[in-house]
């Protein structure tokens, strides 16, 4: 379901993909454009594609309009989507990625929805963050459908092996307890960090730097990954020294992705791990997970000067420019946004069927209280421990344009720290002069 942070891509690559998009649209044939009033168009990625069905029709029963719907497999979506911006084929709804906002909205692709104070009403039931993360440059651009975060995962029985009654509140606490445990002979490497360069990275880093109490950049968009008080560098050096001075972490960390260390902790081989809270349903089936039964949320372990902060991501609803520069058209888009990121017959129906579905994240408070909800993830969670951390979640501060160029001098260096290389101060500072040079840029 990682329909996490997608693909975030660089300037050098999405420039290529709209220039290659730009072809294409020429020699597609014209397409008529939906009349004003007549209808709406909804373009999404091919996830509960039935239940998408069933809530447009439900939809055109209630409002007389009809919706054009259709769908992309997640691999192909962003790319098609390009082509069919580009191309001006006939768009009005679409569902986004957050890691795309700055891109498509600087392309002049999609237009804000702020000025539907309708829309604007469920702000107050939404987590601030998914709200955050769908906000550019001052203006909304849409309403939340689905949204997870990082979660710190544990081993129940491991940690009642080496001595525990409760998991770790801080990183100090997650070393003294792994240290017992290798001590113990219960694991070679308690703490499972998956630091392979993938598009998850960036949620680990976020999630350790979060919740050391620092940051990536500030409110301006500037570096201060480099600073040492405001920055990453309490995260990188218990990283770097949970690898090479205390050895809780394999140094094969760095090949590790977010799959593969699922996997193995899955299989009993770590205490500990930082992996996003979908995957605690997968971890607790006995079908497909050595430790279903045991495996447990905590709150996100918390820096010297840092909080229980984790990094959530988001997917929601979005409205075409080519919508919005239609007075009709846009009015009933806002209606589909509506039905589906908000309230339809004054519940919020899509995002409670898409979870009892496919057990896809929400974004909006008040689902918590729903006693459907509350049975299910009590099936295979603790949903009280949900709640708190996701009310904890914040956006990733580095979904930008440049985030794609930016990110692969980053991984890098923080591998390269992991390693031994380079000092964390160092490598941070090459990645702050990074992003600083890419931002002056764009």
Known sequence: MKNGIGRAIGRREFLKASAAAGVAAFAMPAVKAFAAGGGVNFQTWSAAVDLVKSHAAAFEQATGLTVEYANSPWAQY?????????????????????????????????SPIDEYESLMAYNSDAEAFCTDSMTYNGRQYGLTYYTDFMGFLYDADKLQEAGFSAPPSSWDEVVEQSLVMKEKG????????????????I???????????????????????????????????????????????????????????????????????????YRLAMLNDPAQSQIAGRAKQALMPMGADGSHATVGWMRFHGMSAQAAADKARADNAAKLIEWFGGKSNGAYTFQKLLFLDIGAGFGVKPLFEDPAIREKYNSYADVEVIQQ??????????????????????????????????????????????????????
Do not use: Y
């Not at 069919?84 to 709804?93: H, T």
């Not at 050895?247 to 009993?268: D, Q």
């Not at 591998?415 to 040079?437: F, M, T, V």
């Open 203 to 277: 949620e680990f880093m976020s999630a350790m730097v979060f919740s050391q109490g620092g940051r990536f950049t500030d409110d301006n968009g500037d570096s201060v990954m480099q600073d040492e008080k405001l920055g990453a560098q309490a995260a990188l050096r218990w990283i770097v020294d949970a690898v090479n001075k205390h050895k809780i972490v394999s140094p094969g960390c760095v090949e590790t992705g977010e799959l593969s260390g699922l996997k193995a902790f899955a299989s009993g081989n770590h205490a500990f791990a930082l992996l996003p809270k």
């Open 78 to 110: 962003r790319d098609a989507m390009v082509t069919k911006f580009v191309g001006a084929a006939p768009m009005d709804v679409m569902w986004v990625s957050d890691a795309w906002l700055p891109e498509w909205a600087e392309a002049g692709w999609i």
């Open 389 to 442: 951390q996701q009310a904890l979640a914040r956006k990733k501060d580095v979904v930008t344009p440049w985030f794609g160029d930016w990110s692969e001098t980053n991984g890098a260096a923080w591998q390269s720290a992991i390693l031994g290389n380079i000092s964390p101060a160092d490598a941070l500072r090459k990645s702050g002069e990074e992003w600083d040079e890419l931002k002056s840029e764009s």
């Open 186 to 201: 219960i694991s070679d490497f308690p703490m499972m960090l998956a630091m392979a360069k993938e598009s998850w990275l």
